[in-house]
T-cell receptor, first 113, second 114 residues
Framework: GESVGLHLPTLSVQEGDNSIINCAYS??????FIWYKQESGKGPQFIID?????DKRQGQRVTVLLNKTVKHLSLQIAATQPGDSAVYFC????????????FGAGTILRVKS | EAQVTQNPRYLITVTGKKLTVTCSQN?????MSWYRQDPGLGLRQIYY???????DKGDVPEGYKVSRKEKRNFPLILESPSPNQTSLYFC?????????????FGSGTRLTVV
């Protein structure tokens, strides 16, 4: 598969446990954030988004938390499954850049069976 | 199936030999974009297109060209590839710029320039 994981932080979790993936974003003026999942050999896939007027949003088995005070975003995955193994990265939209996505570097999630 | 199709998936070429990576989408999307992804870095935008015949530079446009003659196609052209363009490339499209939950990526093109 495609190797984009060099030098990325890695999170290893046991199947069935909950995973928490963190992202520190750079621009305090960003008002929209997205989490993407990138499986080996595939392009990024949208997981969940959140606007800056919210501090939490839930999807199916995933929750995104936003802490604007410390410019921190987290993705929580409940009951992690082997199919969750991938690179996860956040993206932000800084207001001054117009409608443009700025991507973080990513975190590798490895699920142990 | 709604998708963004890139070709080729893998390409090894020599310095200076012009190449084109094709990108096609079947969703009637107006907005299309090219990114490169390098180890340890996030996706960086090369070029984007708001609609037919409307293209603009992204963050790392040097050494690349694009065209948008038809709505569905957005080829990436490397006129004279160099080793620093060795990377993983992604094409993406959305109905319009800003509808990010519908932003669809292709499967990527791994380019090696020797």
């Amino acid at each position: 598969g495609e190797s984009v994981g060099l030098h990325l932080p890695t999170l290893s979790v046991q199947e069935g446990d909950n995973s928490i993936i963190n992202c520190a974003y750079s621009n305090s003026a960003s008002d929209y954030f997205i989490w993407y999942k990138q499986e080996s050999g595939k392009g990024p896939q949208f997981i969940i988004d959140i606007r800056s007027n919210m501090d939490k949003r839930q999807g199916q088995r995933v929750t995104v938390l936003l802490n604007k005070t410390v410019k921190h975003l987290s993705l929580q995955i409940a009951a992690t499954q082997p199919g969750d193994s991938a690179v996860y990265f956040c993206a932000e939209i800084p207001i001054e850049y117009g409608n443009k996505l700025v991507f973080g570097a990513g975190t590798i999630l490895r699920v142990k069976s | 199936e709604a998708q963004v199709t890139q070709n080729p998936r893998y390409l090894i070429t020599v310095t200076g030999k012009k190449l084109t990576v094709t990108c096609s989408q079947n969703m009637n999307h107006e907005y299309m974009s090219w990114y490169r992804q390098d180890p340890g870095l996030g996706l960086r935008q090369i070029y984007y297109s708001m609609n037919v015949e409307v293209t603009d530079k992204g963050d790392v446009p040097e050494g690349y060209k694009v065209s948008r003659k038809e709505k569905r196609n957005f080829p990436l052209i490397l006129e004279s590839p160099s080793p620093n363009q060795t990377s993983l490339y992604f094409c993406a499209s959305s109905l319009v710029r800003g509808l990010w939950d519908g932003y669809t990526f292709g499967s990527g093109t791994r380019l090696t320039v020797v």
